[in-house]
């Protein structure tokens, strides 16, 4: 199903009343509709066997997690239960955790077996198109989460997350960088709950990750103990960059050198003494932006090699 540019939409926007900056505590019941109405569009209709399985393993693994027996009302089927919770919860964590959830399973499960997912009443839709809608949906209520790569991650600028976040997960979903797309994917959820020393230990590791596997890659030798500033090094002495940016890339070098590995190792990295150290929130998205900078710089230097 298109997403209608409706003129009550048009309207909003010409009054200036569409939200240009995101949030992420409060989430609105229209948005929490739609999002109900498109993870049903994905998974199916709950009389078709299989995605009453699913549905059915879903709510149990919310369950476990929440260390809870029941969700929902007694008697109600389980996509009920699961709907009804994310329609009715207070606690905006818990409805990231459904949608990503149903998403992932609607990604995986669901696209490498669509003919089991056609219901006799209701065909289940597109996995990309119901992907894209629901991401449309947040964008459009204000709301800074984003499915990418089977989780969902939080958006803090938009033109950041643009320019700078996704080219970094679609250069990092090559196999090749799967150990670096694990930790930077790590890194957001750690950033999405609060965790932000465990944020930076994270941005270090798929930092180092990606120069590893650009290392191993073009059979480059390293110590298996190499951290940053030596990886660097083994990158810049192998030609990762063309020689005629060599002078510029001293600035890179100091920059790469002196940004993750240096703010995490001070922060993150080491342990705290008797004062407790708190990292602050904007730390950790600057250094979410940093590393995925760094990786686009190193990874698209690594594919325009000979």
Known sequence: ??????????????????????????????????????????????????????????YQMLCREYGVFSLGKRGEINWSRIANTL???????????????????????????????????RHTRDPDEVIHEINHRFREHGVGYEYVSGEIIRVDSKLLHKEVVKPALVLLS????????EEFLKGHEHYRHGRYKECLNECLKAFESTMKAI?????????????????????????LFPPFM?????????????GVPTVRNK????????????????????????????????????????
């Open 1 to 58: 199903m298109a997403i209608s540019d409706l003129y009550s939409k048009r309207q909003k926007h010409l009054r200036g009343d569409a939200p240009d900056v995101f949030t992420y505590d409060d989430i609105a019941h229209p948005l929490r509709v739609q999002l109900v109405q498109n993870l049903q569009d994905g998974i199916g209709s709950p009389e078709n066997d299989y995605s009453e399985q699913l549905y059915t393993e879903i």
């Open 246 to 258: 060599q002078t510029q890339l001293s600035n890179v070098r100091t920059i790469l050198e002196s």
């Open 215 to 239: 290392c191993d890659g073009r059979g480059w030798q390293y110590n298996k103990g190499d951290t940053a500033k030596a990886l660097i090094n083994v990158c810049l002495s192998n030609g």
């Open 87 to 121: 329609l009715q919860t207070a606690d905006t964590e818990r409805v990231i955790d459904i949608v990503e959830l149903c998403l992932r399973a609607i990604d995986k499960r669901v696209r490498n077996n669509r003919d089991e997912y056609r219901g006799i009443f």
């Open 267 to 306: 922060l993150g990295g080491h342990g705290q003494g008797a004062s407790v150290i708190t990292v602050p929130e904007s730390l950790a998205s600057y250094m979410l932006h940093l590393t995925a900078a760094n990786i686009v710089l190193l990874a698209n230097a690594e594919k325009g090699l000979p």
């Open 174 to 181: 090559d196999e090749i960088f799967q150990g670096a797309n």
